[in-house]
């Protein structure tokens, strides 16, 4: 009976641990068949939420399987916005970093094409609705996850201003399945990006009238345009309203910027200045120093 009881408590010890190891490799088995069956989600970070908008940010592989295109993604609630690099009369330009991101060695954000609105009293650009500001991340190591940080201050604005400060983060693995909520606003914000100066869109002539205080901007839009706007943009001093054309006439589009707002000593004819055209959506941008008559 000793014996026997001795017997059993060895193959306890001989069975026991082997039990657990076969036990260990069956439940390891099981997990990776399940993790195999489920598709990798592209990167995104949970929503931020603040008044009149949420915010987040999202990611997938770009098509060259060497970069990531990622962007920070806005909704905003009916009558809210948010606002360009340039704002105009009011408002406040996005303020965004990439600090602390891994495994980036490049991150660059661009800001699609704004729109005209006014704004108290005056003319505003930025955005309404939805808008996605595209960002590019170029990884040290590819083939490696990156872990994308945003961190700035942005103005989400109704009938007030805000300034909001956030802070957002997601891993983006570089593989497996993209959802459609990604994958829409990721590439609708690609191609609504501004594009250099055509010869189908572009400003052709700039004049600055001393007397009349204005520019009047000469500009070439594709046949058939039916809104035209035109963004300004100068020293950091200098404030340029935002104007829609005064006049579309076949594929030529006349603008008058009004200077009231600059600084006294200011000398247009000679400095270079950013102009940003818009037509019926589309945007193109290149530097002019106006001309003086």
């Not at 009881?5 to 088995?29: E, F």
């Not at 009558?79 to 009011?90: A, L, N, Q």
């Not at 872990?147 to 891993?171: D, M, R, Y």
Request: net charge neutral; with cysteine; glycine share 8%.
């Amino acid at each position: 009976m000793e014996m026997k009881s001795r017997v059993c408590n060895v193959l306890d010890l001989v069975t026991k641990p082997v039990y657990l190891n076969l036990m260990r490799i069956v439940l390891s088995l099981i997990a990776a068949w399940v993790l195999s069956i489920l598709p990798a989600q592209a990167g995104n970070s949970p929503w931020f939420d603040t008044d009149g908008a949420r915010m987040r940010l999202v990611s997938m592989p770009s098509a060259d399987g060497k970069t990531i295109d990622a962007g920070l993604q806005f909704e905003l609630q009916p009558d809210w916005k948010t606002y360009w690099r340039s704002p105009g009369s009011s408002g406040l330009p996005p303020q965004v970093n990439f600090l602390g991101s891994q495994n980036a060695a490049k991150v660059e954000m661009k800001l699609p094409v704004p729109s005209l609105f006014r704004d108290g009293n005056g003319i505003s650009a930025g955005y309404k609705d939805s808008v996605t500001f595209p960002i590019s991340v170029e990884p040290l190591y590819p083939g490696r996850p990156v872990v994308l940080k945003a961190n700035g201050v942005v103005g989400i604005c109704g009938t007030i201003c805000v300034p909001v400060q956030f802070s957002l983060e997601l891993t983006e693995t570089g593989s497996g399945v993209v959802p459609a909520d990604v994958v829409r606003p990721i590439v609708a914000a690609n191609q609504n990006l501004i594009h250099a100066a055509s010869d189908q869109q572009r400003v052709e002539e700039v004049v600055f009238d001393p007397k009349g205080s204005n520019l009047m901007v000469n500009a070439k839009v594709p046949e058939g345009t039916r809104a035209a706007s035109i963004f300004v943009e100068g020293p950091f001093n200098w404030y340029l309203s935002p104007v829609k054309a005064s006049s579309i006439d076949g594929p030529r589009a006349v603008f008058s910027v009004s200077l009231a707002d600059m600084p006294k000593d200011a000398a247009p004819e000679k400095v270079s200045l950013r102009f940003t055209l818009v037509a019926d959506g589309a945007g193109t941008e290149q530097e002019l120093t106006p001309v003086l008559r």
